[in-house]
T-cell receptor, first 113, second 117 residues
Framework: DQQVKQNSPSLSVQEGRISILNCDYT??????FLWYKKYPAEGPTFLIS?????DKNEDGRFTVFLNKSAKHLSLHIVPSQPGDSAVYFC????????????FGKGTHLIIQP | NAGVTQTPKFQVLKTGQSMTLQCAQD?????MSWYRQDPGMGLRLIHY???????DQGEVPNGYNVSRSTTEDFPLRLLSAAPSQTSVYFC????????????????FGAGSRLTVL
């Protein structure tokens, strides 16, 4: 049973527009949610996170929104740039996270010129 | 500052062979872990360690062995390789303080692509 779901395998957005990546989860015990970005032949890199006690976290062009009642979070990228083309993974953890992050399958974001 | 270094980057094995994927970090991170990434599956945790001498199983530990004799190194051993272990393997680490805070922000290596024939 997949606890973290990214239902869009790919997303194409025009440069300069807003990119919205979505993530749903089923485990209400998750404490933190994180987004990682991955380029081909590289490891994932941390992008932004949000605690379950917040509903929004912003870092430059990146904003993550959390809707606990809907068990849904989204990553907004404004404005989208060509370098944003990558695979984005949503991840979640419970407690201290020693037993690891639970990852979604990823969404491949393609920014078109 | 090299971060997390994984070797080899690529490896081809025959079924039944054994090998070790190496992982080293120079950030003095207490926490280290191994994930595998398969097409359409996201990343899944294999084994993790919260410090030297301490290891534990993750979601998919079968067929793999780990040890943590130093803070810096966390090798992953495939005891008898099977085609189902064809995957991209990622080592990741973080500070123990991040574990305690709840937000375990991992630093990943570049990955090791393993093919088992």
């Amino acid at each position: 049973d997949q606890q973290v779901k990214q239902n869009s395998p790919s997303l194409s957005v025009q440069e300069g527009r807003i990119s919205i990546l979505n993530c749903d989860y089923t485990n209400s015990m998750f404490d933190y949610f994180l987004w990682y970005k991955k380029y081909p032949a590289e490891g994932p890199t941390f992008l932004i996170s949000i605690s379950s006690i917040k509903d929004k976290n912003e870092d430059g062009r990146f904003t993550v929104f959390l809707n606990k009642s809907a068990k849904h979070l989204s990553l907004h990228i404004v404005p989208s740039q060509p370098g944003d083309s990558a695979v984005y993974f949503c991840a979640a953890i419970t407690g201290g996270g020693a037993d690891g992050l639970t990852f979604g399958k990823g969404t491949h974001l393609i920014i078109q010129p | 500052n090299a971060g997390v270094t994984q070797t080899p980057k690529f490896q081809v094995l025959k079924t039944g062979q054994s090998m070790t994927l190496q992982c080293a970090q120079d950030m003095n991170h207490e926490y280290m872990s191994w994930y595998r990434q398969d097409p359409g599956m996201g990343l899944r945790l294999i084994h993790y360690s919260v410090g030297a001498g301490i290891t534990d199983q993750g979601e998919v530990p079968n067929g793999y062995n780990v040890s943590r004799s130093t803070t810096e190194d966390f090798p992953l051993r495939l005891l008898s390789a099977a085609p189902s272990q064809t995957s991209v393997y990622f080592c990741a680490s973080s500070y123990a303080g991040q574990l305690l805070s709840g937000a375990n922000v991992l630093t990943f290596g570049a990955g090791s692509r393993l093919t088992v024939l």
